[in-house]
Nanobody, 126 residues
Framework: QVQLVESGGGLVQAGGSLRLSCAASGRTFDNYAMGWFRQAPGKGRRVVAAISWSGASIYYADSVKDRFTISRDNAKNTVYLQMNSLKPEDTAVYYC???????????????????WGQGTQVTVSS
């Protein structure tokens, strides 16, 4: 079992920045590919960014490329999402997820993930 706890969400003006963190506990963190997903009101849960267990391979949704950066620190059992140049359309609940993975590649699909955090709200005002 893996427990995931997100933090760092909040209210920010358009153009601002936030850094989300996801702390993992319970199993060996570097056995897991990690992902950040978001869900806006009335919409489905969609991938934002995903990172392989080593951190060597990364995937970004087109909507966040060049604005968001995913990273991980396996020594601290933590994955991060640095969000810059935020837009009102980035407003959503952001979820961290973990996928058991021997292969070292990122997982962009929600169904591939085994564990989910409870989410953190990000609101971007115009």
């Amino acid at each position: 079992q893996v427990q995931l706890v997100e933090s760092g969400g909040g209210l920010v003006q358009a153009g601002g920045s936030l850094r989300l963190s996801c702390a993992a506990s319970g199993r060996t963190f570097d056995n897991y590919a990690m992902g950040w997903f978001r869900q806006a009101p009335g919409k489905g849960r969609r991938v934002v960014a995903a990172i392989s267990w080593s951190g060597a391979s990364i995937y970004y949704a087109d909507s966040v490329k060049d604005r968001f950066t995913i990273s991980r620190d396996n020594a601290k059992n933590t994955v991060y999402l640095q969000m810059n140049s935020l837009k009102p359309e980035d407003t959503a609940v952001y979820y961290c997820a973990a996928a058991m993975s021997e292969a070292d590649y990122p997982r962009p699909e929600a169904y591939e993930y085994d564990y989910w955090g409870q989410g953190t709200q990000v609101t971007v005002s115009s």
